[in-house]
């Protein structure tokens, strides 16, 4: 059974940090490309890091870059998303979906959710003073 949790959300003031963990059990990460999204009450879901197979290559829109870095470590099947520099308007659902086979780009992936297998039940990030 493929299975995705997301954990590390909470509340956290605006400039701070914080690592989002998605643990994926039923399956190899290791044949799938990654995602992270968020998506803000009333607003469609964004692809704010996609990435490869392997990590070798990743995209983030220009609201999050340079301030998210996706990594993976697919011997523990677990991706991460580290943030810091954190914004009120990063408040969202985060959520942490997979695509199976090897991704032709990953920018395209991060602008199309519905290419996505298999998705995590998501985790609150609150960005508040």
């Known amino acids: 059974q493929v299975q995705l949790v997301e954990s590390g959300g909470g509340l956290v003031q605006p400039g701070g940090s914080l690592k989002l963990s998605c643990a994926a059990s039923?399956?190899?990460?290791?044949?799938?490309?990654v995602g992270w999204f968020r998506q803000a009450p009333g607003e469609e879901r964004e692809g704010v890091s996609c990435t490869t197979n392997n990590g070798g290559t990743t995209y983030y829109p220009d609201s999050v870059k340079g301030r998210f870095t996706i990594s993976r470590d697919n011997a523990k099947n677990t991706v991460y998303l580290q943030m810091s520099s954190l914004k009120p308007e990063d408040t969202a659902v985060y959520y942490c979906?997979?695509?199976?086979?090897?991704?032709?780009?990953?920018?395209?992936?991060?602008?199309?959710?519905?290419?996505?297998?298999?998705w995590g039940q998501g985790t609150q990030v609150t960005v508040s003073s």
């Open positions: 039923g399956f190899a990460l290791t044949y799938y490309a």
């Open positions: 979906a997979v695509k199976r086979g090897f991704a032709v780009s990953v920018q395209a992936m991060c602008a199309h959710p519905s290419v996505f297998d298999s």
